[in-house]
């Protein structure tokens, strides 16, 4: 029996039929294949992609066994070339320290090393034949993946608190970034914060033993090679490299994907000095002294593109493995800061590739006292920001010279009013297209919890009273854009305490800072010896008087209430005392130490307690309402 199809099924079995077939035998082979996973990290975050299996040393889910071959493999090979290539030269010795210089111009160099002719052509054969090796095929090559974005730190046992409040600051900007934090060894590596408190804020530590197996004596002579081994091993292609103790103000991810790193691929910023490097450096890779590198780096927070400036790196990681012996005395000659921070923009150039340095000079927060400015860390521009404005500065002259210029708009008497306008006007301008801060290199103190209520710590004035660290609240929204950030990393400080001080409690082994801290001296301790005892005396004739006041009084119900209250009054005043005692500024971190273990929650209690009262009023809504002649509601 033959069933007629009505004509529209006919035409429909022509036309569509043979299409929807196709679709569903592409997406039947498809689906038998194992789509790999988004090289981007921050995708692996939103879209929730399950991670590579750990591999048993506890390492970072995406550094699996295979990558881990890859990074000893190149690290075996590229160590040889670094010894390979040591300059066969005693090492080098500045006359005299540029450091001691009365002047040193961002224009002239001084020299300073005496090489001979033999020397020189040493050290320049040997530098060339380490770039030659790193450009041919055969050299060792970076392990990282492509296209891939994060962040990336280094750590010591005594800093981690720091840390965490740094990574806690990072988050609280809505950065998504993962987190590599490089330690070097067991004793520096925390079991409870790489298991439990980096992993909760996608952060994660990797142990460069784990690369470098025994071999690490040469760590302990330069301390700044961690942070080349951190960038060399970092899982990520572009990186942002942040010191333990660097506070993210804004949200760095924006960087990445934006001028200038998106044109150079390598974006630095500065330091307070100008470059003190010998003109001899300059002959070794045959380049002209260029002006643009008059000033040195900071390098707490370096931005790079390793498929792009991989070249760059590797003649870096050979600037600071020689670096005590040769590159360090070249690149510096006895300068302020001398070490990494010299090697940089200094490799990039040698290289012949491009970067950008931050125009805008750092600047300070901190306190005045007495006309002298306490600054506690370094402030770092956005420098989105910075190529914006220097593009500005270049359609927009100073009006009151033909050159371009960045300097402080002067009003003198000789200006007529249309001139005195014309400046205004451009002032005004200006400072709305200058770059915003970005990060806080908070380095004096650490912001390790007990460190920041030690002896001399900024948190009291010169009469003990406690005060804000960063000046005042007026100058510190203005700074940033409206918002309290010394507030914020606050929280996150006490947050930081209180963890820790739980995990004590608990039983968890927390590493203390280092004894660094400045201790009473002799005669500081004979003076506190001293006040004890007078106190004591003092306390002990209050209580005798108090007895006293009780007898005479017996008789007289209300007399005898009156003597009650003033009996338990110097008690009351005694528990004060005493707690005041054990939560002045001078208390030292030793003792304090003691006393945690002995007393949970008083490093907690002593940071809210900061908290509560310098910042209880400043910026609440209370505080507007007062000022805008409303009573606020209870």
Not at 4 to 21: A, D, E, I, K, N
Not at 406 to 429: G, I
Request: aromatic share 8%; glycine share 6%; hydrophobic share 30%.
């Amino acid at each position: 029996m033959v069933t007629l199809m009505p004509p529209f099924m006919r035409s429909f079995t022509r036309s569509y039929l043979p299409v929807l077939v196709t679709v569903v035998l592409i997406l039947l082979i498809c689906s038998s294949y194992r789509i790999a996973p988004p090289l981007h990290e921050t995708a692996d975050i939103v879209r929730g992609v399950r991670p590579q299996k750990p591999i048993s040393n506890g390492t970072v889910p995406y550094f699996d066994a295979e990558f881990i071959s890859r990074n000893q493999a190149f690290w075996h090979n590229f160590q040889e070339l670094l010894n390979a290539t040591k300059p066969p030269v005693k090492p080098l010795q500045p006359s005299q320290l540029a450091r001691k210089l009365p002047h040193v111009s961002a224009g002239d160099l001084p020299d300073l090393i005496d090489l001979s002719f033999t020397e020189f052509r040493t050290l320049k054969r040997a530098h060339e034949r380490f770039v030659n090796e790193i450009k041919s095929v055969s050299s060792p090559r970076l392990a990282y993946r492509p296209k891939s974005r994060g962040i990336v730190t280094t750590t010591g046992a005594a800093f981690q608190p720091v840390l965490l409040v740094s990574v806690r600051m990072l988050r609280r900007t809505g950065n998504k970034l993962p987190i590599e934090v490089f330690v070097n060894g067991d004793k520096e590596k925390d079991t409870h914060l790489c298991q439990v408190l980096l992993p909760a804020l996608n952060a994660h530590c990797f142990d460069l033993a784990t690369v470098l197996g025994q071999d690490t004596k040469f760590l302990e002579d330069n301390r700044y090679f961690n942070k080349i081994l951190a960038l060399l091993f970092s899982s990520f292609d572009d990186v942002l490299f942040l010191d333990s103790d660097n506070l993210a103000v804004k949200n760095p991810e924006p960087l990445f994907s934006s001028e200038p790193f998106r044109s150079h691929g390598f974006v630095t910023w500065p330091d307070f000095w100008n470059a003190t490097t010998s003109p001899c450096y300059y002959d070794i890779i045959d380049v002209p002294y260029n002006q643009s590198i008059r000033g040195t780096v900071e390098s707490g927070e370096l931005l790079v593109s390793k498929s792009r400036h991989e070249l760059t790196l590797l003649l870096t990681a050979y600037y600071n493995y020689h670096g005590h012996d040769h590159y360090y005395p070249l690149l510096s000659q006895g300068g302020h800061g001398e070490g990494d921070k010299d090697t940089f923009l200094q490799a990039a150039l040698a290289i012949g590739l491009s970067s950008y340095r931050v125009n805008k000079g750092l600047g300070m927060v901190g306190q005045w006292h007495d006309g002298n400015f306490r600054g506690v860390g370094m402030l770092q521009f956005d420098p989105i920001q910075d190529m914006k404005y220097q593009q500005w500065l270049s359609r927009n002259p100073h009006p009151t010279s033909s050159a371009m210029s960045t300097s402080a708009s002067v009003v003198t008497p000789k200006m007529s009013a249309q001139a005195e306008a014309e400046l205004y006007r451009w002032t005004v301008a200006s400072d709305k297209q200058k770059p915003h801060p970005m990060f806080v290199h908070h380095h004096l103190p650490k912001l390790h919890p007990s460190r920041m209520f030690s002896e001399g710590a900024p948190t009291r004035d010169n009469n003990g009273k406690l005060q804000r660290m960063w000046g005042s609240f007026k100058d510190t929204t203005n700074r940033f854009e409206g918002v309290d950030v010394e507030k914020n990393m606050w929280e996150e400080l006490c947050a930081v305490a209180c963890d820790i001080e739980d995990a004590k409690t608990a039983g968890l082994k927390i590493p203390d800072p280092p004894p660094n801290l400045p201790t009473p001296s002799g005669k500081d301790k004979e003076k506190e010896k001293k006040k004890k005892d007078k106190d004591k005396d003092k306390d002990d004739d209050d209580d005798d008087d108090d007895d006293d006041d009780d007898d005479d009084d017996d008789d007289d119900d209300k007399d005898k209430d009156k003597d009650e209250e003033k009996k338990k009054g110097p008690k009351e005043n005694r528990r004060a005392k005493l707690r005041r005692d054990n939560h002045s500024s001078g208390e030292r971190w030793e003792d304090l130490a003691e006393n945690v273990k002995s007393k949970p929650g008083r490093v907690c209690w002593r940071c809210r307690n900061y908290l509560k009262v310098v910042f209880r009023e400043e910026g609440s809504r209370g505080n507007f309402l007062k000022k805008n002649g409303r009573k606020p509601a209870r």
